[in-house]
């Protein structure tokens, strides 16, 4: 088992651009990796694997990570698998996790794909990074710090024409300029020319000390100032250099050259005195633009960096979040599904409960008050009582309630019937049905209970074997008065509940 130390540095803290510090992304293999393939922390392709003592995987960056930024790290699987657990092998240590070769050495033979756009390079995942540092579609920034990211193969391509900061040498002085600032174009000589006034000062200054003091004889040439600074400005002086070798004598001829050279002598030290001041002038201000500009360049490096950091983090972070959405919108699904199931379950329970297979059946109608004022509305004319049985294996029927009557009990009566279902054993049962039938209307007082019964007709339709899911009702059109259901001397809507009762007899 590695040590605390041994992995702390396997770990580089700033990766460089082809380098990745956690897993490798799913996107670059060819075909969708297996779970055991995937770091239980980013979701991605395990780099350098390491298994935990609880089983679970994890990239060796992954788990420095973790341990590093949680005073109490817990594995991430084994909470989603187990939330409430408290398991000391679920507690990630660096101590507790080893290298998993194997699962190494599976994943090295991967086949994937370059994630550069166009690279047509594909092979095994053992040989990606390696691809990575060379790819000639990879981005990568500019050598020379102009901060551009520009593909590899055509970095020598924008050193030599695209890159702002690549330098050359002035033709004229000589400077070392960048490649924006190369004569070419009237724009760029004038920005030179602008620019550079420091060094041809200099040049001038040199220039005019160069000059000799004075002149011995007639037949010396005239001096000229170096063709850098030949300038329209400087023809001033020419008059006075010239020297007539031929006639004129020599008095006059030394005469006139001891004046041209004194009045030399002064201009050029006027000029020296200026060009001195200028000078002194611009290399003070050249010396705080350079200041202000290296302060500058290393403001920009550290943003550089601390934005390739964020869109690192970006992309890590929406990857969990996609995964995050995903796994919301699944547990979302199965909540609806099991939220159906359990209603279909207590609407199946609820029927389980009422159901009677006796053949005597207590029909409780809640909220009779109301549902008698509908009745008379016309709102709702007719009640279904749960469906129960006469035996266990006997015949399934049902009660019809009409509390405003029906037929011939119209506005005067309640009206009660007697429904035949098609039932699961109707194959086996012996038809028509001829059993007796008795209603009860319970007085919740036990004082007097309204009864009536009747005996099936044979020849009727409705006590034949159902073709349909119910057969015709057939019963007691005026079961009961509404006036004496609604009568204070008898109980029959008390506590606003109704029970009405229906006997079968299935021993005749």
Not at 47 to 60: D, E, F, I, P, V
Not at 61 to 73: D, I
Not at 251 to 277: I, K, N, P, T
């Amino acid at each position: 088992m590695a040590s605390r130390k041994d992995i702390t540095n396997d770990v580089s803290s700033t990766p460089d651009e082809n380098e990745y510090p956690s897993g490798f992304p799913q996107s670059i293999c060819d075909q969708t990796p297996h779970e055991k393939y995937l770091c239980s922390n980013c979701n991605s392709v395990l780099n350098k694997a390491r298994q935990t003592a609880c089983g679970h995987r994890y990239c060796l960056a992954c788990v420095n990570w973790l341990v590093r930024n949680n005073k109490t790290p817990v594995c991430k699987k084994c909470k989603e698998e187990e939330p409430k657990a408290d398991n000391e092998a679920s507690i990630l240590t660096l101590d507790n996790s080893f290298s998993d070769a194997a699962i190494t050495k599976e994943i090295l033979e991967l086949r994937v794909h370059c994630a550069n756009h166009r690279c047509p390079w594909s092979g095994v995942l053992r040989d990606f990074e390696e691809h990575q540092t060379q790819c000639d579609y990879a981005l990568i920034p500019c050598n020379v710090g102009c901060g551009h990211m520009v593909l590899r193969k055509a970095l020598a391509t924008h050193l030599e024409k695209g890159c702002p900061k690549t330098t050359s040498s002035c033709p004229a002085c000589s400077q070392t300029l960048t490649l924006a600032q190369l004569p070419g174009t009237t724009e760029k000589v004038r920005e030179h020319e602008s620019s550079s006034h420091v060094s041809h000062l200099q040049l001038l200054l040199r220039a005019v000390q160069s000059l000799p003091p004075s002149t011995s004889t007639s037949s010396q040439p005239p001096l000229a100032l170096p063709s850098q600074l030949s300038s329209p400005g400087a023809g001033s002086l020419d008059p006075l250099l010239e020297v007539d070798g031929g006639e004129g004598g020599g008095g006059r001829c030394q005469e006139e050259m001891s004046l041209a050279h004194s009045l030399r002598e002064d201009q050029a030290a006027a000029a020296a005195a200026v060009v001195g001041q200028q000078l002194d002038s611009v290399q003070e201000r050249v010396c705080v633009f350079e200041n202000i500009i290296s302060a500058l360049s290393r403001e920009v490096e550290k943003a550089q960096l601390c934005m390739a950091a964020l869109e690192r983090d970006h992309h890590s972070n929406q990857d969990v979040i996609n995964f995050l959405e995903a796994k919301i919108a699944e547990q979302q699904q199965r909540l609806v599904m099991k939220e159906g199931l359990v209603s279909a379950l207590q609407l199946r329970v609820s029927a389980l409960q009422e159901v009677s297979y006796d053949g005597t059946f207590l029909w409780r109608v809640p909220d009779i008050n109301q549902k008698l004022q509908e009745a008379a509305q016309g709102q709702r004319s007719s009640l279904y009582s749960p469906a129960f049985y006469t035996s266990r294996y006997g015949f399934k029927v049902c009660l019809r309630l009409y509390l405003n009557g029906d037929g011939v009990g119209r506005g005067t009566h309640i009206s009660l019937f007697f429904v035949i279902m098609r039932g699961e054993y109707d194959a086996l049962l012996t038809w028509p049905f001829r059993h007796k039938v008795t209603f009860f209307l319970i007085d919740q007082n036990q004082r007097e209970h309204v009864l009536d019964a009747f005996r099936p007709d044979l020849s009727s339709a409705s006590f034949k074997r159902p073709t349909s899911d119910m057969n015709v009702a057939s019963g007691c059109p005026c079961f009961c008065p509404l006036s004496k259901l609604s009568s204070p001397k008898y109980a029959y809507c008390k506590g606003n509940t109704l029970f009405v009762k229906c006997v079968v007899d299935t021993s005749s």
